[in-house]
């Protein structure tokens, strides 16, 4: 087969008029094209007045060959890419030694897991909160009663972070052995729609994601895993042999109990911070890196799908339109919009007390009133929390808990108009913008809770992204503090091995680890070091 990309047809074009939009291309008769399947749909509209739909299509002629000589060097007509997965290796019958380890459900701990079941390695799956469903109704007592549960939360728990989001599947990470695909197929199998598998920008949303993550549960444990719920691990046994080389041997729960292991996938998410203290007290290596900090900034939907799309706002094969933004500022710093969640809600997202931290989630149907996203400040090591290599999850507590104050202490978050915000004066009441955020927000001025160069960078952007996209830096645009937990603050380094650099056995992954962003990202990387897992218990290479 060959695949043709970049195929582009009017919006609202007739289903029929792919096939010969497909022959034009190649210049065959009809009859010459055996079949086409869409691999991949987007849409253009950088012309508002003339939206364009963008096609990556398959197809099988009577003479591929022919016409491969003829686009020879038309990088847009080529062969079909082998996308299918394949496992690595095989658990030997007769494997000794512990069953290996993954710690943490998310997407991460969920395709490590699912992986090394597939090959026959039956793993342990630790998490320390809840099983889906019943972490769901913990998130609630937060977001419907200011009631926290530090074990499970938006952060915590079966499915990870990712479950209380807007289910994003796309990243852009490099994939030459199309993992990505691999993530997205399962999905499929477990329940979500197929046009995941097509669609440019695929998302799943919260309420399909929950299903899913208890269907790939189940085919876990089918396949021999097993899952330990509420199992914190508080302490790693570390053993230090006569050369000095240091190799993992076990792991103290929260239960008391002590679990023999040797190989663990160590998938604990962003915001495992007491992990990552005692992993430091360990003398695991670990560094600090970049993360971003700011708001969630709130727009109408119907905003965004006007300035966005024009007088084609509303049209299904659009949806709610989404955006990405960035800008460098004159201060060094660089302004950008993060996890964009169009049709959503902001929401709490905090795993620890007296503290207040936002996030976005959207449904399937990304049909609620408003638009969200980060609208945050990166920020460096070097410049901004020198000195340790934890110095960041201070860095992140401060502001949280100046949040929490600043919105009442009630879990309330502190929001504030842009018009208030760009002139530099608390907001006393709300405008044409409604807040989604739960438990609700306080109207007040959000220099309370950021530092004063996030400031600077957020009110020199604002009215650059409105030049860019109409309305968004209107003045009653909302802003809810504080955002903080954009990526890890820290990486706990690991060598091609995917191996901790000073820890045999412990593999280190996902985006806690500083190795991922996001839902696909953190999947694939879920893959590699199950293979790597898989390749140390075997002694192969991958």
């Known amino acids: ?95 000794e030694g512990p069953r290996p380890v993954v710690i943490g459900a998310g997407p991460c701990g969920l395709f490590a897991g699912l992986i090394l079941a597939q090959m026959g390695f039956k793993p342990i799956i630790l998490d320390r909160g809840k099983v889906v469903r019943e972490r769901t109704k913990d998130t609630w007592g937060l977001w419907r009663r200011g009631e926290l549960n530090p074990e499970s939360n938006v952060q915590f728990g079966e499915g990870g972070a990712g479950t209380f989001s807007d ?24 329940g979500a729609p197929e046009e995941i598998l097509t669609e440019a920008h695929p998302h799943i949303g919260t309420f399909r994601l929950v299903t899913m993550v208890e269907c790939m549960r189940e085919t876990i444990e089918a396949l021999g895993g097993e899952y330990r719920w509420q199992h914190r691990v508080d302490d790693f046994d570390i053993e230090t042999a006569a050369d000095g080389a240091r190799h993992l041997k076990g792991l103290h729960l929260s239960t008391g109990d002590y679990l023999a292991a040797e190989h663990v996938v160590l998938a604990v998410g962003h915001s495992a911070r007491d992990t990552f203290q005692v992993l430091h007290d360990r003398g695991v290596h670990i560094e600090a890196k970049p993360f971003s900090i700011g708001v969630r900034i709130e727009h109408p939907q119907s905003w965004m799908d006007k ?54 989630m959207s449904q399937y149907s990304r049909n609620e009133r408003n638009a969200n996203s980060g609208f945050v400040v990166g920020i460096d090591p070097e410049r901004d929390y020198p000195g340790h290599p934890l110095a960041g999850i201070e860095f992140q507590r401060k502001w949280e808990s100046l949040a929490y104050v600043a919105g009442g202490s009630t879990y309330a978050a ?81 060598g091609k091995d995917f191996q901790s650099l000073n820890v045999a056995g412990l593999f280190p992954a996902g985006e806690g680890a500083g ?19 898989a390749a140390a218990y075997v002694g192969d290479g991958v």
Do not use: W
């Not at 022959?23 to 749909?41: A, K, Q």
């Open 307 to 360: 300035a966005r799309f024009g007088a084609c706002a509303g049209h299904p094969d659009l949806g709610a339109a989404d955006y990405s933004l960035a800008h460098h500022c004159a201060n060094g710093r660089t302004v950008y919009s993060f996890c964009m969640c169009p049709g959503g809600t902001v929401v709490a997202a905090t795993s620890e007390p007296n503290r207040v931290v936002t996030n976005g």
């Open 1 to 95: 087969m060959l695949r043709i990309s970049d195929l582009k047809l009017p919006l609202g074009h007739d289903a029929e008029a792919l096939a010969p939009a497909v022959c034009n291309r190649l210049g065959i008769p009809e009859r010459d094209l055996l079949s086409h399947t869409v691999v991949r749909r987007a849409h253009d509209a950088r012309k508002k007045a003339a939206i364009l739909m963008v096609y990556t299509v398959d197809v099988a002629l009577r003479d591929e060959t022919a016409v491969l000589a003829r686009f020879e060097r038309d990088s847009q007509v080529r062969p079909r890419p082998d996308t299918d997965y394949r496992l690595v290796v095989q658990a030997p019958k007769d494997l």
């Open 515 to 533: 190795y991922a962003g996001g839902i696909l990202s953190a999947a694939v990387d879920g893959i590699k070091v199950a293979e790597a897992v």
């Open 167 to 190: 289910g994003k599947l796309y990243s852009q990470i490099k994939d030459p052995r199309h993992l990505g695909r691999k993530v997205l197929e399962e999905f499929v199998k477990a």
């Open 414 to 494: 502190p929001a504030q108009k842009v018009g208030d915000f760009l002139a530099g004066r608390p907001s006393e009441a709300l405008g044409e913008v409604q807040p989604s955020y739960r438990p609700g927000i306080k109207m007040t001025d959000l220099a309370e809770c950021l530092p004063p160069f996030v400031l600077e960078a957020m009110r020199e952007a604002l009215p650059v992204f409105g030049r860019q996209i109409a309305g968004y830096d209107h003045p009653d645009v909302l802003l809810t503090g504080v955002e903080t937990r954009t990526s890890s603050p820290i990486r706990i380094t690991r």
